[in-house]
């Protein structure tokens, strides 16, 4: 079975530096996409980023980017010029390319802060 | 285009009780899920649906039931509420299974069992 885990809880960033949230996850498959979800205080779970396992160039959008290592099983967030609404728990997810049910397996999630 | 919506947004209940959570989708997906996200937790799977008439078990559905008779419709039923069931439920839904596929949620509810 899959597994992802965020090994921090919790981090803090400064307003307009920049930050890395970690990500690993377990998995014996070759086909599959690893995504980055927000969770602002309002609960509404928004997709961020999205990775293709066969694709070897990591995803960029605007400020947020991912360092993607097949290998080692990584997959981390950078959130750069951090702003104050990118306070939020931050969810990483892995979703089977083959898998029955097509459901997203979630990590504990990483509560970020953002001091102004 | 209002994408996935859930009723209640929150709601208490009593020990014993049961309720319906509701869940919708205007975008004519095939696949609907339930999760339910407990504090300082991820999401996981309660049930899922591939189409209209068809469901089936996800990681974690004892107390639960779910029935999906229309492609807009997937409701979730709690039956015999216990304490450990105050979580947060969110609905959601793909075209395919597919890993390309986004997958849409809806704003989620908030149930709190007493």
């Known amino acids: 079975a899959q597994t992802v885990t965020q090994s921090q809880p919790e981090m803090s960033v400064q307003e307009a530096e920049t930050v890395t949230l970690s990500c690993t996850y377990d998995?014996?498959?070759?086909?599959?996409?690893l995504f980055w979800y927000k969770q602002p205080p309002s609960r509404q779970m928004i997709l961020v980023i999205r990775?293709?396992?066969?694709?070897?160039q990591n995803a960029t959008e605007n400020r947020f980017s991912v360092n993607f290592q097949k290998a080692a099983k990584s997959f981390s967030l950078k959130i750069s010029d951090s702003q104050l609404g990118d306070a939020a728990m931050y969810f990483c997810a892995y979703r089977s390319e083959r898998g029955s049910q097509g459901n997203l397996i979630f990590g504990k999630g990483t509560k970020l802060s953002v001091k102004p | 285009n209002a994408g996935v919506t859930q009723t209640p947004k929150f709601r208490i209940l009593k020990i014993g009780q049961s309720m319906t959570l509701q869940c919708t989708q205007d975008?004519?997906?095939?696949?609907m899920y339930w999760y339910r996200q407990d504090p300082g937790m991820g999401l996981k799977l309660i049930y899922y649906?591939?189409?209209?008439?068809?469901?089936d078990k996800g990681e974690v559905p004892n107390g639960y039931n779910v029935s999906r008779s229309t492609t807009e419709d997937f409701p979730l039923r709690l039956e015999l509420a216990a304490p450990s069931q105050t979580s947060v439920y969110f609905c959601?839904?793909?075209?395919?299974?597919?890993?390309?596929?986004?997958?849409?949620f809806g704003p989620g509810t908030r149930l709190t069992v007493l």
């Open positions: 959601a839904s793909s075209q395919t299974r597919g890993a390309r596929d986004t997958q849409y």
């Open positions: 649906s591939v189409g209209a008439g068809i469901t």
């Open positions: 998995t014996s498959e070759s086909d599959y996409y």
């Open positions: 990775q293709e396992a066969y694709k070897q």
């Open positions: 975008m004519n997906h095939n696949y």
